[in-house]
């Protein structure tokens, strides 16, 4: 395969930029426009804001309020050169990314390639559930809840209705939380009038955790305070409980209990995903590339992993800091300062993780924060969660109609979204 | 196969409604409550506003903007049993019809299913371009041509590039028109942006009209407008010029001429949809069910047909009404009348058509609306055709969310939803 068409030759260093989640994204955005060419590749053409896929995993939001063009902003930026590519390999004797769309060369490689769902194994569970890491997967679930829904009409017996409507989730963290609240929301408030011919209250929703506790990102009282509130939603959480097995229509527990669903959500964990080219000494725990206080890869000067992908282990994290956004922008903007730095030949300075807290959202006025020290819960941690979300989206478009969505929803108890859109054809 | 379950038998006559397009959701929210049983059935759980689709092809709204979930319409109606069915046939002896959820005796029943792509028996073009008749087609197109101009940035010729830029659009009626000027709106103010590598100076819009000029629902002279207005931006109008064959790289033209382009959109005509169980003889032209003026479908007492799928033929239409949103709606509340003058023994109202007039909007400011006997064009007429598609609109929120849309992208000369958001596993 031949060159990427269409990156001129330059004399500044060329940085090659794999994946625009939080990492990449913001060290593209900061790094100095006259001293680097950027490349930046992904999959998709646009970033997309995970912490809010939940809603539209359950019909509250539009695939686009949380997603925004890349190529809307690096408008007019000449020095950056956005692709849609698929990294194969780094070839690093050679400085060359191999992809999908052709080679380049690179004076600077950062992998931002972010997490993917870890099955721990479980083939049969991969086959028959559901994941939650994109866009397109957030969209998957929405259709594949709202068929089963539609489907329950068209059986006789309570038994075949329930297991339709059943929906198990595993994992207890933000994202197995925020599904399972979202869902017995949508419950208690909207199915029940969409559906008159359905009794959802023979509707399970189950939530997995494998750990002693959900929410371990917060402290032991707020994670209980969540417990709490799940219950009262009618949400049926399991500690202490994992799931071994499933069929597509039955899930086997660990505790030796079996529940009938044809929807189960998978959310218990992540690995590092993987570009080939660096040997089995550069991995750490789940596939994660280890790096230095520089977010450096081991044994290579010019590479530098950062966000979910890298594990730097320092006196304060011994297994590596959290997977989550902060982390990946906290190393996305340090970078952006340290690949200057190694420019102007300046000592580069390393990465301390600033914990701004943690928080989860389970139900209308239902969440739980910590911030910094403190901790919140109820109306006043869900209004901080909602205002911290809102801020942290890019673009004011998005935040504008993602306030109007919220907003909407709050007063009319509803999400308005329950369209089975499907690809053509299907 | 069975009786298509939880329809429970009534007292009440059933009304089977097939289609929830402009006729079928007309009549089935007209439908008296309390005296008859309503079965609604569609391929798909919403109603979508077939007239703004162009917009969601354009990346200007979400599909969401202009889809309505049905069972939101429906909500806590209990004489109204809405199902996702296709369906096969429909047995006129035994007063049944057979969907692939099952089968289901009517007392009445009511085709409006629409109409569908017609390609006149050109089976290349068919296979090789794209139609727009539902939201899934509208999506495929903005992914198309997205994904169009992410891969020209892969090759290196100038031909290669502009073979993957343009784009030739074929029929000048509404959808062809407003698609066009759309793209003509696109190529001005966002791809140069959004593209500073490629030049989008090469990229052609054609536009091609078997017929001897376009919109032939307006005037002369609004149509001489609209296509002045479509020249100013840049379209290359073709009239008295039919595509001929199209092998997915070169677009055939009857003047003998040939475009590279990679892109075809088809929006030359319709045709009726059908459903097995009427003789040839119930058919008039382009497969359309013969009504007589009270919608009945010829030799039955018990079926009626609107909207689109029919052709009524009166002094006034020898060829029966245009297949036009506000025929459909008017047939369907009419019929809702009817079947309860029916119940009532009453004599059947025939049906007239009040024409309201026609609009198109080319681009920016640019439209023209013939209102009963009034004629508009430019600023104002762009700003009449953007209220009353406006009001037009199912529901307070999607009127809302439009609303932001449209007055984002007008001051921001910018359509936001630029996103190739890919089936999963694709």
């Known amino acids: 395969m031949g060159k990427i068409a269409n990156i001129p030759d330059s004399n500044d260093p060329r940085v090659v930029i794999i994946g625009a989640g939080f990492a990449g994204l913001k060290l593209a955005r900061k790094l100095h426009k006259d001293k680097f060419q950027v490349v930046l590749l992904d999959r998709y053409n646009y970033h997309q804001f995970q912490p809010l896929l939940y809603q539209v995993a359950t019909a ?31 070839d690093t004797d050679k400085n060359t990314i191999e992809t999908d769309i052709g080679n380049l060369s690179y004076d600077y490689v950062v992998v931002a390639i972010g997490a993917t769902t870890n099955y721990f194994g479980l083939q049969n569970v991969e086959a028959n559930s559901l994941s939650m890491k994109s866009v397109p997967d957030a969209l998957y679930i929405r259709n594949s809840i709202l068929q089963h829904f539609e489907s329950a009409l068209n059986y006789e017996t309570p038994e075949e209705i329930q297991h339709l409507l059943n929906v198990v989730i595993v994992g207890g963290g933000p994202t197995g939380v925020e599904l399972a609240g979202a869902l017995a929301e949508m419950k208690k408030n909207i199915l029940p009038k969409d559906y008159p011919e359905l009794d959802f209250s023979i509707m399970q929703i189950h939530l997995y955790e494998a750990g002693g506790r959900i ?5 032991e009282k707020s994670a209980a ?22 069929d597509g229509q039955i899930v086997q527990v660990s505790d030796g209990s079996t529940v009938n669903s044809r929807t189960l959500i998978w959310a218990a964990g992540v690995k590092a995903s993987t570009v080939l080219g660096f040997s089995v000494n550069a991995y750490g725990a789940a596939n994660r590339l280890i790096v230095d206080e520089f977010n450096r890869v081991a044994g290579h000067e010019d590479i530098f992993a950062i966000g979910d992908v890298c594990q730097m282990i320092t006196e304060d994290y011994p297994r590596g800091h959290p997977q989550v956004a902060q982390v990946a922008i906290q190393q996305g903007r340090l970078l952006a300062k340290n690949l200057l730095r190694l420019q102007l030949k300046k000592p580069l300075s390393a990465f301390h993780y600033i914990d701004r807290g943690s928080m989860a959202t389970i139900g209308r006025n239902l969440a739980v924060a910590n911030i910094f ?23 004011v478009r998005n935040r504008f109609i993602i306030f109007i969505n919220w907003a909407w929803n ?8 329950r369209l089975l859109i499907k690809p053509k054809g299907k």
């Open 225 to 246: 305070k969540a417990l709490g509130y799940l219950k009262t939603l009618g949400v049926q959480v399991h500690l202490n409980t994992a799931v071994k097995d499933y």
């Open 60 to 90: 509250g939001l539009e695939p686009s309020a949380i997603s925004f063009p890349l190529r809307k902003i690096f408008q007019h930026q000449k020095h950056l050169h956005f692709r849609i590519a698929e990294v194969k390999r780094i």
């Open 373 to 395: 020290k403190t901790s919140w819960h109820g109306f006043t941690a869900w209004a901080i969660w909602s205002f911290v979300h809102l801020m942290s989206i890019v673009g």
């Open 410 to 417: 709050y007063v009319t108890y509803d999400q308005a979204l």
């Open 215 to 219: 929410l371990t990102s917060l402290t």
